[in-house]
């Protein structure tokens, strides 16, 4: 049972990329996911977040305008499109399942830090290069 991220990369200041989160063996469309990132040397913070069934979503201010969270539930799959990426975007990239009290959540839960949220089935991350 994980999450894998992928579609990382390397682009230009100003250029795009969409991220996958792809779950494996269970069905992504019960649970709420967070795409997070995190830089070397600094904490990870959550970006964008997105309910069960897609209609709640929420965005870190530095990424709001930029990044759109979106979910296929038939494809099992939840995507991060990102525009306009800046170098400050540089991260490897994660996305996770909040769950509380052992049962995942299935509203959104952006920030990594609320109390008695637990984050699961972190995959390996994907790396977003940007060159300036």
């Known amino acids: 049972v994980q999450l894998q991220a992928s579609g990382g990369g390397l682009v230009q200041a100003g250029g795009s990329l969409r991220l996958s989160c792809a779950a494996s063996g269970f069905t992504l469309g019960d649970y709420a996911i967070t795409w997070f990132r995190q830089a070397p040397g600094k904490e990870r913070e959550g970006l964008a977040c997105?309910?069960?069934?897609?209609?709640?979503?929420y965005y870190q201010e530095s990424v709001k305008g930029r990044f759109t969270i979106s979910r296929d539930n038939a494809r099992n799959t939840v995507y991060l499109q990102m525009n306009s990426l800046e170098p400050e975007d540089m991260a490897v990239y994660y996305c996770?399942?909040?769950?509380?009290?052992?049962?995942?959540?299935?509203?959104?839960?952006?920030?990594?830090?609320?109390?008695?949220?637990?984050?699961?089935?972190w995959g390996q991350g994907t790396q977003v290069t940007v060159s300036s």
């Open positions: 996770a399942v909040p769950f509380h009290n052992g049962t995942p959540l299935r509203f959104c839960v952006l920030d990594p830090g609320v109390a008695e949220v637990s984050w699961h089935y």
């Open positions: 997105t309910s069960t069934s897609g209609d709640s979503t």
